[in-house]
């Protein structure tokens, strides 16, 4: 299915991405009163990494995921769960029932939907007083070595931002006008990564891309020379898992 967005010559690199804050989401299903054999809806799935969370505490999860290559490589590493569904669909037609679930998440695909649209799907296919959760993994940029790596973005790439990946989502869930109790939540996770996989991850990094133009392999370059000076096999990436939730009013 076409999308605003191709990521299919990123879907490999992808499964190199790390995985939720177990914290995090600990807190996001308490709050949110989900129970093991509920429904839930994971749009924008990818290649699994918030599926594979959800489908092992035992919930049914239907993965919508317009991308081709990335639902591939999702629907591999769910293959032996029979828990697990896929659709091609997209955050505006999931191709669903209305109040057919429990629960909708979004793993780092909120900001790559219209927003607006993806709310209102969103609460059509919600059963009346459940909630949907939104996330992203942010990088700490206070690490030494991932503020560095951030220089080098911003030394090629003026203007450099995340757009509304890094955003506060509050406002946007309020203005919507059909979800209520809003409430942010976040939790730590580190991610172990060679210097290889690393340097894949930033191929992969849709957002650099876009804003460096032709200056991207510039950009993946003078990253990876800096890794390699570092003279390390490996490093640990300390990421902050970030969501949003709200109930369906």
């Known amino acids: 299915m076409k999308t605003e967005w191709d990521y299919s010559s990123l879907a490999d690199a992808y499964l190199k991405r790390p995985d939720y804050s177990a914290q ?36 049914n999860v239907v993965a919508v995921e317009p991308n081709d290559n990335m639902r ?9 769960m029979p828990n697990v569904s896929w659709v091609e669909a997209n955050s505006h037609e999931t191709k669903q029932e209305d109040g057919a679930f429990d629960f909708v998440t979004f793993g780092s695909s909120f900001n790559v939907a ?3 649209l993806a709310m209102q799907e969103t ?7 459940c909630w949907f959760a939104c996330m992203w993994n942010h990088r700490n ?4 070595i991932q ?3 951030e220089n080098i973005i911003k030394s090629h790439v003026d203007g450099y931002g995340y757009g509304s990946r890094r955003e506060d989502q509050s406002e946007v869930i309020k203005n919507s006008e059909i979800f209520t109790d809003v409430q942010y939540i976040e939790g730590p996770i580190e991610h172990q990564m060679t210097i290889k996989d690393c340097v894949e991850a930033w ?4 957002t650099v891309q876009r804003q460096a133009g032709d200056k991207f392999n ?7 020379n800096y890794l390699q000076s570092l003279s390390v096999s490996s490093i640990m990436v300390p990421y902050t898992t970030r969501a949003w939730i709200a109930k369906r009013k």
């Not at 510039?218 to 990876?224: D, F, L, P, R, T």
């Open 123 to 129: 609460y059509r296919i919600l059963k009346p007083d």
């Open 147 to 149: 503020n560095q790596i």
């Open 72 to 80: 591939a490589n999702g629907m591999k590493r769910t293959a032996e």
């Open 141 to 144: 940029l206070d690490d030494e």
């Open 114 to 116: 219209d927003r607006g």
């Open 218 to 224: 510039s950009v993946i370059n003078e990253i990876e």
């Open 203 to 206: 191929r992969s990094h849709g």
């Open 24 to 59: 995090a989401l600990e807190e996001i299903f308490s709050i949110c009163g989900v129970k093991k054999g509920q429904d839930v809806c994971d749009i924008g799935a990818g290649v699994a990494h918030l599926t594979l969370h959800l489908a092992n505490m035992g919930l």
